[in-house]
């Protein structure tokens, strides 16, 4: 009897060890986290200001990280291919990347994904936003963006707008706009924004929402009406930002940083504390500004509080739209 009580203790022993050695590894990981090259999954293709946006921040974090970053373009599904294969890596922190808009508060509404943007994810920072806007032709005779309600309220289903897809961040914006002002606005969906702004030359369409071509606004061929940003721009003092506008509606896009569920918080950390210091590195402000990116930074606190609420607020818009499947 008494040589079974000593078997049991002994075994509960190792077991209590055991349990508390589990632990070890992780701060173990976590102290001398990264000791290799870390990995930044973008989920658009090479080259386009996206991209080079999150190449310009990998290269700048690594004199924080003291290790490459190293980005990895995994494209498609709008977004998700990319986003699926941070969710499905090892919460190490040595696998983190992009987490577009359209693929967490648009595509899970769509279609099944083999990931859920809501619990699948460690949201790390924000660190920027495309630029997306309202533009006319440059002689257009909408001077302005309530010149483009005036219009769509005196001639219902009349004024066409392009974007680049149905569903797209966009187009949804564009629809929360049209209904807060209860007007019909007819939508023409584009591969992109070049053939949706060769559209707007050739005066096919009214106006455009979504990304532009800076050069064709500098040279005049085209006016920018309202910029989709949750901030003022320097870069454009005189065109007024939707909440300028009486707008509150989300339109995120947002330039954010993620990892897969269950990377360690001392490991997340890190990895947001070397990125928010490269915010304020010269040589990457004047970088973002080359790009016309916006450095607009939210920690992950903030992250996580405005996801699943902006999460909710596309939910119904799209319910009340039709498009949830």
Known sequence: ???GIKLTFFFCLVLVFSVVKSGYPQEADVAKYPNRPVSLVVAFPPGGTTDLGFRLLAKETE??????????NKVGGAGAIGVGAVASAKPDG???????GQTVFVTPYLEKLPFDPQKDLTYIMQFAESTFGVIVKGNSPFKQFSD???YARQNPKKLTYGT???AG???LTMEQIARKEKVQLIHIPFKGAPEAQAAILGEHIAFFAGEFNYSLLESGEIRLLALFSEKPRADYPQTPILKDLGY?????????IGGPKGMPDGIARKVEDAFTKVLQEPSF?????????PIIYRSSKELNDYVPRTYELFGKLMTDMGLVK
Not at 64 to 72: A, E, G, R, S, T
Not at 248 to 256: Q, S
Not at 285 to 293: S, Y
């Open 94 to 100: 040595y696998t983190i990347g992009q987490i577009p």
């Open 248 to 256: 509150d509606v989300p339109c995120p896009v947002f330039w954010a």
């Open 63 to 72: 004199k924080y990280l003291k290790q490459p970053v190293v980005v990895l």
């Open 1 to 3: 009897m008494r040589a």
């Open 164 to 166: 680049n897809g149905i």
């Open 285 to 293: 402000i004047k970088g973002m500004q080359t790009l016309r990116a």
């Open 148 to 150: 483009l309600i005036a």
């Open 169 to 171: 961040i966009a187009n």
